[in-house]
């Protein structure tokens, strides 16, 4: 018991340390917008805007969360769109393709996994940014660092060095990422595991409904899990790559701590749960 406790901990204190570099640089990146924001760098942007979930699909593709949870802060404080936000969320693969190229899947079929992860994430980036209805959530349209500060209550009041309050920002998130990857990496490590993977395989006609659902658990366990079931064949590439879309690792976790209403959060999470949905079913035809 003591040795499982221990790997818990470790585990999360490596998740958690190893996010440091992508916090502390977007939190830099903030105050430096803050602090010398001019009516250029406005339009530079909003330009920006335009290509965002391109950016954000091809950057989410990368093995690891540290770009999902980058680009929950940014679009926190209006830096970047939803369309950009939900491009990174799904094109975010965490440990999925170290697991994919260790289980000695054919370099073919892993080319097309992640192509596919990208070509979702940016095309769906793109029709949200584009025909999403302000009904369901309003767009952030200008940038607003300056409330983010204020609801974070960081006192960053030292406009000469940003360098500290980027550090500041940094360590009140780090320290509400280790708690919750504490809690969640127990779980995982108590059953939760093992009963995922029973339902999975007891009910493989709702395997993709519920990987989905699955992946929407805001940690780097579920994307790992979904992969392994795939390798030992208890689900399939439909049901993986439905898991996989909808989990966005930590970055759902930081979305509804800095993000200002909670009911946007939850109709984010709601659209990631059908778009894992949508997706994992055309997947599975074309895979």
Partial sequence: MFGIGMDILVDALYETLSLFPYLYFTYLLMEALEHQLQRRSMIYIRRAKQYGSVVGGLLGIIPQCGFSIAAANLYATGLITLGALIAVFLSTSDEMLPLLISGNIGAGIILQILCLKVIFGIIAGIAIDKWLPEKFIKHKNEPNIHAFCQKEKCQCTDKENIWL???????KILIFI?????IFNTLFAFGGRETISDILGAL??????????????????PSVLLTQLYLSGTIGIGAMMAGTLSNAGLGFLVLYRVNGSKDESAKILLL???LGIVFGIISEFIV
Avoid: N
């Fill in 165 to 171: 309050s980027a550090f500041k920002h940094t360590e």
């Fill in 178 to 182: 280790f708690i919750f990857s504490l």
């Fill in 204 to 221: 493989p006609f709702l395997s993709i409904l519920i990987s989905a659902l699955v992946g929407l658990i805001p940690s780097c366990y």
């Fill in 272 to 274: 990631m749960f059908a």
